[in-house]
T-cell receptor, first 110, second 112 residues
Framework: NAGVTQTPKFQVLKTGQSMTLQCAQDMNHEYMSWYRQDPGMGLRLIHYSVGAGITDQGEVPNGYNVSRSTTEDFPLRLLSAAPSQTSVYFC?????????FGQGTRLTVV | TQLLEQSPQFLSIQEGENLTVYCNSSSVFSSLQWYRQEPGEGPVLLVTVVTGGEVKKLKRLTFQFGDARKDSSLHITAAQPGDTGLYLCAGPLLGGAQKLVFGQGTRLTINP
């Protein structure tokens, strides 16, 4: 049972480039979310989804887009990367508020 | 401003010592959770406390939820190097379905 799978694990982007962070879960959870983790700030919610076709903004949504076409997948898109988006990104799926996290994507924007 | 404030942010102690990590808020939470995160990995849920005053034990780890449901603590007895990691408290926002807000974390180092 894989749980939550994120790809890639590491990525370096140039300012202005776009990319998609992939996230897939095999636990049939309706709720999925994306967080970014920066030193001394814990995890901050970027976007979340309560089910296929439904997404909403979290605490720090600017510069990021999401979609949820299936229960399993919840990709995060950076349309025009900025150095301020250098961070570690975590995808999670949840059941009854208990979150299961992927291994993270370490993104560096230069 | 953090909705959940953890203290201390950093803690380095010797193997065998006891320690307590605190998670405080001015808001009431329906439940609070504790996660542990190791380098290069995502957070892993340790426990959820739901009832005010509740105490849960996981081997040498004791978790308590404050009576007013605004705070929680994690106490480790006889710490071991394997306890080293980042400890995060988290709670669901009222009316926020399953949206979690996290504290900034406590980085714990246990020295042999």
């Amino acid at each position: 049972n894989a749980g939550v799978t994120q790809t890639p694990k590491f990525q370096v982007l140039k300012t202005g480039q776009s990319m998609t962070l992939q996230c897939a879960q095999d636990m049939n959870h309706e709720y999925m979310s994306w967080y970014r983790q920066d030193p001394g700030m814990g995890l901050r919610l970027i976007h979340y989804s309560v089910g296929a076709g439904i997404t909403d903004q979290g605490e720090v949504p600017n510069g990021y887009n999401v979609s949820r076409s299936t229960t399993e997948d919840f990709p995060l898109r950076l349309l025009s990367a900025a150095p301020s988006q250098t961070s570690v990104y975590f995808c999670a799926s949840s059941h009854n508020t208990e979150a299961f996290f992927g291994q993270g994507t370490r993104l560096t924007v230069v | 401003t953090q909705l959940l404030e953890q203290s201390p942010q950093f803690l380095s102690i010797q193997e065998g010592e006891n320690l307590t990590v605190y998670c405080n808020s001015s808001s009431v939470f329906s439940s609070l959770q504790w996660y542990r995160q190791e380098p290069g990995e995502g957070p892993v849920l340790l426990v959820t406390v739901v009832t005010g005053g509740e105490v849960k034990k996981l081997k040498r780890l004791t978790f308590q939820f404050g009576d007013a449901r605004k705070d929680s603590s994690l106490h480790i007895t006889a710490a071991q190097p394997g306890d080293t990691g980042l400890y995060l408290c988290a709670g669901p926002l009222l009316g926020g379905a399953q949206k979690l807000v996290f504290g900034q974390g406590t980085r714990l180092t246990i020295n042999p």
